[in-house]
């Protein structure tokens, strides 16, 4: 079967506890949180000290943009996908945008942020809410392809999330277990419309941690009719399907850290995110080498090909890019 971890750690430099664990050939990748960075420079050298034992390792992080935005110090403060919307040339602002994000994030050695959020607003999901690029089904999906462009145009692949949507089950799966009632032809008509337009554009997707109990019992992240029958069956999907934070509570429902790991492969995602309690990585990694797991060589295809360059800021794409955000008042 095919499988592996992506795992974090606690601090901002590796401990000896951490290089074993990295160590072991089931966990394939790391995601640095907030309370992992302090500046560019040191971010750099973890990511260093990090490839220094697995230069194989996938190194990611969450840089939507809005509050949703890890790299801070010494970063550009991006703007939330839903302020892009309402600007007149939307679809350049995005692309600019997405360029200068994936530009950052490579420029420290790590080779994906997971963006960009294809959730539609429907204003009924705090969780959501401005992170999506839209309500609007069909402009969310231009407005998304346009971001992937820019992502793409510095190096990096693009991960759309939450699949099939998370816009209109209310509930947070950080902490609770949301469900969307809706039909399946109701999803298919609305939420589903950008994984559908850019399943061809996306090298990855992350399913959300939410019933859709007219379609499944289970959350999507577990559920091989949503992952298999309609993600890669109907969307023709070939890409990665990184599961969501198996620490959340919307994870939960299947059981402890081995049940969920379980679950994921078996389900059909091919990297699985344990994150923020490391008794839970280690369980998960229990049970993935009782699984004989091996790392799906599609995962190969995220790794950032851009030139991880401390010289950006000179390159006239950077002064371009900053200056029509700025003109839109999108940044500072």
Known sequence: MHGSLMVDIAGTWLTSE???FLRQPEVGGLIIFARNIESPRQVRELSAAIRAIRPDLLLA?????????????????LPAMRAIAHRPNAQTLARQCGWLMATEVLAVGLDLSFAPV???DHERSAVVGSRAFEGDAERAAQLAEAFIQGMNEAGMAATG??????????????????RDERSLDTLRANDLIPFARLSKRLAAVMPAHVIYPQVDTQPA??????LQDILRGELGFEGVIFSDDLSMAGAHVVGD?????????TAGCDMGLVCNDRAAAELALTAAQRMKV??????ARMRGQGISTTEYRQQPRWLEALSALRAADLID
């Open 61 to 77: 992080v969450d840089q939507e943009g809005g509050r949703v935005q890890r790299l801070r110090q010494g970063f550009v403060r």
């Open 18 to 20: 951490d290089r074993q």
């Open 161 to 178: 999330k939450h699949f099939p949507g998370h816009g209109w089950a209310e509930a947070d799966s950080h902490v609770a277990v949301p």
């Open 118 to 120: 294809l959730d539609l």
């Open 221 to 226: 992240g577990f559920s091989r009719r949503w």
């Open 294 to 299: 091996t790392p799906h060589p599609r995962i």
């Open 257 to 265: 850290a081995a049940s969920r790991i379980d679950a994921a492969f």
